[in-house]
């Protein structure tokens, strides 16, 4: 009698370690860098990538994996926000006990709210309909934003105060850090119910209706459905990034809910990178940096960014996580060393061709629109006069050196870029 | 009665003004699939390069010249950025004009700085032409709406009559075909491309003075001409007037009117509470239709959107 | 172009480690105003005014205390309340301990609570909030604190002297009322219509409008509703662009009246009306410049357009701002307790350059001064705006304007 034994053994688990693995050492590093950077100024700023993440990441629900340009998307963010800032008043004026820590899910059940009733109709068509319906959904809501005043406060907005809320372990929120942490438990948790929600069957079929929406009907699943559930999903969590900035920030005004924002993380998502997963937080990072710290450091650094945004389009549609994603097949076939000469000779002149060129703006700028006098600037740790023409050579030199030195190395690049991407022939194999 | 002729004229001069940046948007459509966003910023780089040769040549130089250098920018941009952009697909065309938008506010930032530019009416024409009731028509409305008719008699009499036009309209249509028969179509793109932006440009040229030259003018404007060619029907060139002078007018008559929605409440039967300022829908019991005059237009899109997708004259579908 | 642009990483990495800390040798007060966006100009004319304030009337004098000396910091918050609280945070982490801003009553709001809950919640890092443009009369009522003072007479107590103006001129009997569609405008219009009422109850207000903000660039139809409305005055709260496309659009359609503003003057404004605007634009505000009230007011004005000959001098309040500040603090002996410096500054009494005594209200922190209601002309002007020949000459002057006016500021003291 032989009994077929199957063995449980061989069953794959539920979540393998190669899986998990990112998503505990991104919990880790979200942990850790408190204590590397400790000043307030850079918690705010992390906690404003934390917030751009989950935005982006919301609106990559659309974009990247429904194939929607949205136009309008701030509006549920805009809208979950003011509806914590409203709660967040009543919980200080009738003492009521909510702990803050709750507050996100009002802010994503209002934005998904929302996103039922705009998504009933405008998901009916994807493609420009569906832009055209966003962008002017999003100018009216922004509009009515400054004649509500009853909800949204007019031109000062809506401010509250979330220290009244219920103290979760004692703890009142009135540092910095504390709101640190919540804002990333909210980031990490919405990013992995993000996550698998692009695992389900409507996640995935998401991705087949922007593909080809007539064969996904054949299928049997009706494309507008699906779009409306992903466009409903994503209100929802739109609408927790719009609680975590009320809670981080304690004002919602109408600058959440305009043109300005809704581009803003279009820009965002599209520069990290929409067909991956990661895309959008390597966007909402990078961005928020040249946002909150290059404006620091230059006037035009909305001109950069006019111009890396343009350059993605244009030569890398695939974003920073495109860029990346690209060598995962050199280091697989494990001819990734081949690149690194190829790199030094492009990429270094390439990078001398950006600074030349960044300093040629940076002069040229200084000197047309700076106070009559004022002739002194710095660059790069050099002070200099920006009235000399000697500078302005030195960088004009380094702009077209470079870009000719990286032009000849061009060719070489793309060679060993096919080298690096061929398989090796395959060991004895048959004739 | 005569304050009705008076906001007609100037329903009828910003309708014109807004024709003028949706034909060339709309043709741009009706070619490419792709609605341009960066066709606001054309407007502005022509109401720019008109101030600065007025500067030194005069406003007529600056009318003549502007288009004309916004024309060839607008054929580069197609030719350099569009066309390798869109082998990648509709979205990315869309976002790579959205991105140059952004990148041309900048670039005039950069260079002519973020304020208001002194671009002025020309002497010859800052009179008063005619008064109706005590109020005046300044001489340069009446120039700009001869402009804008000109314009688009000229646009319809090379489309519809001359030879260009004909292949122009076959290429809108069947590209691989008119290819076939041996014209160079990419060509056509280009200059249809560069004719659109020039008409911005002129749009530019002529409103500048008027609606001030700054930084943000494009923003200002850029919105409310994709509804229009929306609620006129993409590719549609008389869509578009239509949509234009139908928005010019239902702003111009909602400012000029205090329509106030107590009345119409009121007049409806619902009861005005009598605490204001404690009730939740205190701010709907006080609009006035001068604060609602620049929403209309997305109402009606949305509703024209909602229920008809084509716009109103449009004959393909978005 | 200001000194801090510098491009690099050091700075970056110096802040973010909170490497940050307060120099010992100069005092800085952190400029938070926007740089960049539409109303860019107005801002960087502002900070041009306060880098001359700081370098002339307390740096060139020896600094406050020991010897040390005034830094304006500037942060950019392109006209945003959210950036305007992420410049507030890293202005903090850099030790900074006064704040001044004046653009956009939104962001003052902002600024204000979001200063009155970082002081409660860490005292030992609290800063001041030096106000010194945003009218809203709300900041020094319902919404005072006493972190924040107000340089500039509030939007009711500027109404008060221009109605006061207007109660002397029998020509006029009917007014229009028209301003931005936010809490500025709808004060203004308040304040209007109840003060008119008050002190001329025969005029009739033949229309109170408000428009969107920032949104309307042709201002035609509400210019013919004027036109045809018969009025013999308008009176406007308006600034920036939305000043300047109203007031040029209503003196295009044919309106020959006064328009009673507070904002137009400066910043591209005078040199857009010109001609057209001379003997209709009045203006109310502080700070004589035409005639210059003393020999000291000349030469400060003189050597501030040799250095900025694009600036003007259209908030002399900024010099009431810097030197207040420094004396405060020479009076505290402290430049870090800013509770102490506050307290020397609120009750104080100062001699403004461009007019008389000031005097700063304990009760809501509102700075009392000389109003002046001045005309737009090319006649008697000594020191004209935007290099246009045409500027603001004083017609009418009101004593320590809002003395008596009443408040509901509760404020708590530390």
């Known amino acids: ?431 | 009665m005569d304050l009705i002729l008076v906001n007609l004229i100037d329903g009828l001069v910003t309708g014109l003004l807004l024709f003028m940046l949706s034909a060339g948007l709309t043709l741009i459509f009706s070619m490419m699939g792709v609605l341009n966003f960066a066709h606001a910023s054309f407007y502005m780089l022509g109401a720019y390069f008109a101030y600065q040769i007025s500067m030194v040549l005069g406003f007529w130089m600056g009318l003549l010249i502007a288009p004309v250098i916004v024309g060839v920018l607008g054929a580069l941009v197609e030719r350099y950025g569009l066309r390798r952009v869109h082998q990648y697909g509709h979205v990315p065309e869309l976002i790579f004009t959205f991105g140059l938008a952004l990148l041309i506010e900048e670039v005039v930032q950069f260079i002519w700085g973020k304020d208001q530019m002194p671009y002025s009416i020309p002497e010859v024409l800052n009179f008063t032409a005619l008064s109706i009731a005590g109020n005046a028509i300044p001489a340069y409305k009446v120039f700009m709406i001869f402009t804008s008719v000109a314009i688009f008699i000229a646009l319809l009499y090379v489309l519809t009559r001359t030879r260009v036009g004909m292949i122009i309209q076959a290429a809108l249509s069947y590209p691989r075909t008119v290819e076939a028969l041996g014209h160079n179509v990419p060509l056509v793109f280009m200059g249809v491309f560069g004719v659109g932006t020039a008409l911005a440009g002129v749009a530019g040229v002529i409103a500048g003075p008027v609606l001030s030259t700054f930084p943000g003018m494009a923003v200002v404007l850029g919105s409310i001409v994709f509804v229009t060619i929306v609620i006129g029907g993409l590719g549609s060139l008389w869509g578009a007037l239509v949509a234009s002078l139908l928005i010019g007018w239902i702003t111009t008559f909602a400012k000029a009117y205090n329509i106030r929605m107590e009345d119409i409440l009121t007049g409806i039967g619902f009861e005005k509470p009598l605490e204001m300022s404690e009730n939740v829908f205190r701010d709907l019991w006080t609009i006035t239709s001068p604060q609602i005059a620049d929403i209309l237009p997305y109402l009606l899109m949305v509703l024209i959107l909602v229920v008809r997708p084509y716009g109103l004259f449009g004959k393909r579908d978005a | 172009m200001h000194k801090s642009t510098k491009f690099g990483l050091g700075a970056v990495l110096a802040l973010s480690l909170g490497a940050g800390a307060a120099m010992a040798e100069n005092v800085k007060i952190a400029f938070i105003d926007p740089l960049s966006g539409p109303f860019a100009s107005t801002g960087s004319n502002g900070l041009s005014q306060y880098e001359f304030a700081a370098e002339a009337l307390v740096n060139a004098k020896g600094g406050v205390l020991d010897g040390q000396n005034f830094e304006i910091v500037p942060f950019d918050n392109k006209i945003s309340p959210k950036e305007s609280l992420i410049q507030l945070q890293v202005a903090i982490d850099q030790g900074i301990r006064y704040v001044v801003q004046g653009n956009s009553s939104g962001v003052a709001h902002a600024l204000t609570d979001a200063i009155e809950k970082h002081n409660r919640r860490n005292p030992d890092d609290r800063v001041l909030y030096l106000n010194y443009a945003a009218v809203d009369p709300a900041l020094t009522n319902d919404d005072c604190n006493f972190w924040h003072f107000r340089f500039d007479a509030n939007a009711d107590i500027k109404m008060d002297a221009l109605t006061d103006v207007i109660k002397d001129t029998p020509e006029i009997k009917k007014v229009y009322i028209i301003g931005q569609d936010y809490s500025f405008g709808k004060a203004v219009a308040a304040a209007a219509v109840s003060m008119l009422g008050a002190k001329r109850p025969d005029i009739e207000i033949v229309g109170n409008e408000l428009h969107p903000i920032g949104k309307v660039k042709d201002f035609t139809p509400y210019a013919r509703k004027i036109v045809s409305s018969g009025a013999d005055a308008v009176i406007t709260g308006n600034w920036g662009s939305d000043m300047l496309n109203l007031g040029k659009s209503v003196v295009e359609n044919g309106f020959t009246g006064p328009i009673y503003t507070y904002y137009a003057a400066g910043s591209g404004i005078t040199a857009a009306f010109g001609e057209s605007g001379k003997g209709v634009i009045r203006l109310i505000s502080q700070g004589q410049i035409n005639p210059p009230e003393s020999d000291e007011a000349a030469n400060y004005i003189n050597a501030f357009e040799a250095k900025y000959p694009d600036g003007n001098i259209d908030q002399p309040r900024i010099t009431n701002v810097i030197g207040m500040l420094a004396a405060a603090i020479n009076e505290a002996g402290s430049a870090t307790d800013v509770v102490a410096v506050g307290k020397a500054l609120e009750s104080m009494e100062y001699d403004d350059i461009f007019s008389g005594k000031v005097f700063m209200r304990p009760q809501d922190h509102q700075l009392i001064q000389d109003m002046y209601i001045g005309a737009h002309t090319d006649e008697g002007v000594t020191f004209d705006y935007d290099n246009s020949g045409y500027g603001i000459v004083v017609e009418h002057k009101v004593d320590m304007a809002g003395m008596d006016s009443p408040t509901t500021c509760k404020m708590k003291r530390p």
């Not at chain 1, 990441?57 to 701030?74: C, E, I, R, V």
């Not at chain 1, 934005?111 to 055209?132: C, D, E, P, Q, Y």
């Not at chain 1, 009853?150 to 000062?156: P, S, W």
């Not at chain 1, 047309?368 to 030195?394: K, Q, Y």
């Open chain 1, 1 to 431: 009698m032989t009994t077929q034994t199957v063995s449980r053994k061989t069953r794959a688990p539920l979540v393998s370690l190669s899986a998990a693995l990112p998503w505990l050492i991104a919990t880790l590093f979200l942990l850790v860098m408190p204590l590397v950077f400790t000043s307030n100024s850079a918690l705010t700023i992390m906690n404003q990538m934390a917030i751009t993440i989950v935005f982006a990441l919301a609106y990559n629900m659309l974009l990247g994996q429904g194939g929607m340009l949205s136009f309008g998307h701030a509006v549920y963010m805009g809208m979950g926000g003011f509806m914590c800032v409203h709660v967040m008043n009543y919980v200080e004026d009738f003492s009521l006990p909510l702990p803050l820590p709750l507050l996100p899910v009002f802010g994503g059940l209002f934005g998904m709210g929302m996103a039922l009733i705009v998504g009933s109709f405008s998901t009916r068509k994807a493609g420009t309909v569906f832009a055209m319906i966003s962008l002017g959904v999003g100018e009216l809501i922004a509009a009515c934003s400054v004649i509500i005043v009853a909800f949204f406060g007019g031109e000062e907005g809506v401010s509250g105060d979330r220290t009244y809320g219920l103290p979760v372990f004692g703890v009142e929120f009135l540092h910095q850090i504390e709101v640190y942490y919540l804002t990333a438990f909210w980031l990490v948790l919405s990013a992995l119910l993000m996550y698998l929600f692009s695992r389900t069957p409507i996640g995935r079929m998401a991705n087949a209706v922007r593909d080809n929406p007539e064969r996904a009907e054949f299928l049997g699943y009706s494309a507008r459905w699906v779009r409306f559930y992903s466009f409903v999903a994503s209100g929802f969590f739109a609408g927790i990034a719009g609680g975590l900035f009320a809670i981080n920030y304690e004002i919602l005004t109408e600058e959440n809910l305009n043109l300005a924002t809704s581009g803003s993380i279009l820009l965002v998502t599209f520069l990290g990178g929409v067909g991956f997963f990661f895309g959008p937080i390597i966007g909402a990072i990078v961005f928020t940096l040249l946002q909150t710290v290059l404006s620091l450091q230059t006037e035009i650094w909305q001109l950069y960014l006019g111009l890396l945004f343009v350059a993605t389009v244009m030569y890398f549609p695939g974003g920073l996580a495109g860029v990346l994603m690209m060598h995962t097949l050199p280091i697989r076939f494990g001819k990734a060393g081949l690149l690194v000469g190829p790199y030094f000779k492009t990429l270094l002149p390439a990078l001398a061709c950006i600074f030349g060129a960044v300093s040629l703006l940076e002069i040229l700028f200084h000197f047309r629109h700076a106070a009559l006098g004022d002739e002194e600037m710095t660059l790069f740790w050099v002070t200099f006069n920006s009235h000399s023409p000697l500078p302005m050579l030195i960088a004009a030199i380094a702009t077209v050196a470079g870009f000719w030195l990286a032009r000849r190395g061009a060719p070489e690049l793309a060679e060993a870029w096919h080298e690096a991407n061929t398989p090796n022939a395959p060991q004895g194999g048959a004739a």
